[in-house]
C-alpha cells in the first residue's frame, strides 16, 4: 500500500528525517512511536507532500507520489487526519465533512459515507450544525477523523489522535481506529501513547532522532527491553 | 436639527454604503483567500465603468444591462491576472509584499492605458432616468441609486448562495480559513486562488456598472475606489463578508452625514477619521472573524 525508501526531509538547513525506510501492508494497522520531536509528524507530512522531501521515493499503491502537490496525493485515497485537528474552525461539522469529500469519488458516496460516519460518531449527527471551534476537543477530533473518512481512503494517515483526551475517550478513539481498520482501511498511526497502539498495531516501527531505530510486530515490541524503560516507563 | 433631513441623509447614505460594500466585498474575499490587499481593486472598477461608458455611447445598451458584459469580462481579466501575474509569485515563494506591489502595477498600467485610449476627460452616461427620484413623504432618493442599491443586494445574496450552499464556495472558504487541511482534503489551492480573484473582480466589474448612471468616469477614478474599497475592508473587518456590508453601510453614511452637516469638501476626511478610530477603538474591526 505505501512504501517509503531512503526518505531524507530537511526544515531549511536542518534535516529532520535521515534514511527513512519502511512500509505499510494493505488493510494492517502500522503504528510509528517515538517520543516528541522525533520527527513523526514530520513522516506523515511527507507522505501527504504538505512537505517536499529533499530526496527518497514514496510509493502508495505503485504510483510514485515524491513531487506531486498535495491535492494528487489526497486523489490516490490518502486521507491525512493532522495533529491538533486542523478543522475549519468557522464551519459547521456538517461543512467540515462536506469538504471532506469534495474529490470526485468520494462527492459521488457523500450521503453514504455521512451515514458511516455518523454512525462511528453518533455526538457529530447530533451536532451538525454546530462550527467547529465551538466543539469540545474529543468531539473535534472525532470530527477530524471522520472529514478524513469521507474522502472515502485507502490509506488513512493518523497524527497523535489521544493527544489532550480524557482517558475515557482516548479508549472511545482507539476503538473507532481499530473498527476503521477492520473495515478494510489501511491506518498508519502516529502516536505517543506506546502501549495503547502497539497492543492493537499488526507491526510497529520506532522512530528516534528523526531515523528508524527499530521494528517489529506490536506485541514484540511491546516485551522489548528499549521500549519499556524507554517509552513505557517500567 | 431638522427630522426630515436627517433620515433623508442617512437614507442616502445607506444606499451608497450598499455600492460600497460591493465594491469592498471583492476585496475581502481576495484578502481572505490570497492574504493580500488588491491594490488594483479601483482600476477594476474603472473598466466596469468604462465598458459601461462605450456600451452605452457606442451601441446604445442601457448601463445596467452591461453588467452582462462587464462581469464575464472581469471575471476573464481576474483569472488571467492570477495564473499569468501573481501564480508565478507565489511558485517562487515571494513574499506577500511583492504580490501586493503587482498588483500596484498592474493598477498603473491600468490607469495609464485608460489615459492613452480615453483621454483624461470626465465622461458620463446620461439615461432617461439618470435624474429620476422616488419619493416617500419629505423624503426622496435618487432612481438609479436605489435600483443600485437593491441590485448591490441581489448580487451579494448570490455571492453567499455561492460561498455557502456550492463545493466549490466551501472550497474557497476553506482555504481561506486553513490552506494545509483544504489540500489534505484534495482541493487544488492553485485553481481556488485563480476563481477567486475571478470573483473578485467579477463583483468589483459589477459595482463599476452599477455605479456609472450616478457618478463620471475618468482614468484616475481608481486610486480613490481602491482606498475606498480598503477602508471598508479593513472598518468591517479584514476577510469577513459581512463585514464588508457594514464596513460599507459606515462609511457611506458617515460620509453623506459629513457632506450634510460639516462640509461637502470634508466628507472624505470624515471617512477617515471614523477609519482611525476603528482601528483605534475596535482593530478587529466592526463585525471581526465571521464565516467568510
Same mark, same amino acid.
Given at each position: 500500500m505505501l512504501s517509503v525508501k531512503c526518505l531524507n526531509v530537511f526544515y531549511g538547513d536542518a534535516?529532520? +528525517?535521515w534514511d527513512v525506510s519502511f512500509e505499510v501492508p494493505e488493510k494492517k494497522l502500522v503504528t510509528i512511536i517515538g517520543s516528541n520531536g522525533a520527527g513523526k509528524s514530520t513522516l506523515l507530512k511527507a507522505i501527504s507532500n504538505l512537505l517536499v522531501s529533499r530526496s527518497g521515493e514514496i510509493q502508495i499503491q505503485g504510483h510514485v507520489t515524491t513531487g506531486l502537490a498535495a491535492h494528487h496525493v489526497a486523489e +490516490?485515497?490518502? /486521507?491525512?487526519?493532522p495533529e491538533g485537528r486542523q478543522l475549519f474552525p468557522l464551519m459547521?461539522?456538517?461543512?467540515?465533512l462536506r469538504i471532506g469529500s469534495v474529490l470526485p469519488e468520494a462527492k459521488a458516496k457523500r450521503e453514504e459515507t455521512l451515514r458511516e460516519v455518523f454512525d462511528l460518531f453518533p455526538v457529530l449527527g447530533e451536532r451538525q450544525s454546530q462550527m467547529a471551534n465551538t466543539l469540545s476537543g474529543g468531539e473535534q477530533q472525532m470530527l477530524a477523523i471522520g472529514r478524513g473518512l469521507m474522502l472515502r481512503p485507502k490509506l488513512l494517515l493518523l497524527d497523535e489522535p489521544s493527544l489532550g483526551l /480524557?482517558?475515557?475517550l482516548v479508549s472511545q478513539i482507539f476503538e473507532v481506529i481499530k473498527e476503521i481498520n477492520s473495515r478494510g482501511i489501511t491506518v498508519l498511526l502516529v502516536e505517543q501513547n506506546v502501549q495503547r497502539s502497539l497492543e492493537m498495531a499488526d507491526e510497529g516501527f520506532v522512530l528516534e532522532n528523526g531515523r528508524i531505530t527499530m521494528s517489529g510486530s506490536g506485541q514484540e515490541l511491546l516485551v522489548n527491553e528499549h521500549i519499556k524503560t524507554a517509552y513505557l516507563g517500567l | 436639527m431638522d427630522l426630515s433631513i436627517f433620515i433623508q441623509t442617512v437614507t442616502s447614505g445607506v444606499l451608497l454604503g450598499g455600492l460600497y460594500g460591493l465594491i469592498a466585498l471583492g476585496m475581502t474575499l481576495i484578502f481572505g483567500v490570497m492574504r493580500i490587499i488588491n491594490l488594483a481593486?479601483? @482600476?477594476f472598477l474603472m473598466i466596469g465603468m468604462y465598458v459601461s461608458y462605450i456600451l452605452f455611447t457606442k451601441f446604445g445598451v442601457d448601463p445596467y444591462v452591461s453588467i452582462v458584459v462587464s462581469v464575464p469580462l472581469l471575471f476573464v481579466i481576474g483569472i488571467a491576472i492570477q495564473r499569468f501575474l501573481l501564480m508565478p509569485l507565489i511558485k517562487a515563494k515571494a513574499p506577500g509584499e511583492n504580490q501586493i506591489l503587482m498588483t500596484a502595477g498592474i493598477g498603473l498600467v491600468l490607469t495609464n492605458a485608460a489615459l492613452l485610449i480615453f483621454s483624461p476627460n470626465y465622461f458620463t452616461v446620461l439615461t432617461t432616468y439618470s435624474n429620476a427620484t422616488a419619493s416617500i413623504g419629505k423624503i426622496s432618493v435618487s432612481l438609479p441609486l436605489l435600483w443600485d442599491f437593491l441590485i448591490c443586494f441581489g448580487i451579494t445574496g448570490i455571492l453567499y448562495l455561492f460561498i455557502m450552499k456550492t463545493d466549490t464556495g466551501c472550497s474557497i472558504r476553506a482555504v481561506a480559513q486553513n490552506i494545509d487541511s483544504a489540500r489534505l482534503m484534495g482541493i487544488n489551492i492553485d485553481r481556488i486562488m485563480i476563481i477567486t480573484f475571478g470573483v473578485g473582480a467579477a463583483l468589483v466589474g459589477a459595482a463599476g456598472t452599477l455605479l456609472m448612471p450616478i457618478f463620471y468616469v475618468f482614468p484616475a477614478i481608481g486610486e480613490l475606489f481602491t482606498l475606498k474599497a480598503f477602508i471598508v475592508t479593513v472598518l468591517g473587518g479584514m476577510g469577513s463578508a459581512l463585514g464588508? =456590508? #457594514?464596513g460599507g453601510v459606515? =462609511?457611506? #453614511? #458617515? @460620509?453623506?452625514?459629513g457632506a450634510t452637516y460639516i462640509s461637502m469638501a470634508l466628507k472624505d476626511a470624515l471617512g477617515f477619521v471614523i477609519f482611525v478610530l476603528v482601528l483605534i477603538f475596535r482593530p478587529s474591526g466592526l463585525v471581526g472573524k465571521s464565516r467568510f
Open positions: 534535516q529532520a +528525517l +490516490l485515497g490518502v /486521507a491525512h487526519v459547521t461539522v456538517m461543512e467540515n /480524557a482517558p475515557m | 481593486h479601483g @482600476e464588508a =456590508l #457594514v459606515t =462609511l457611506g #453614511v #458617515v @460620509e453623506q452625514m
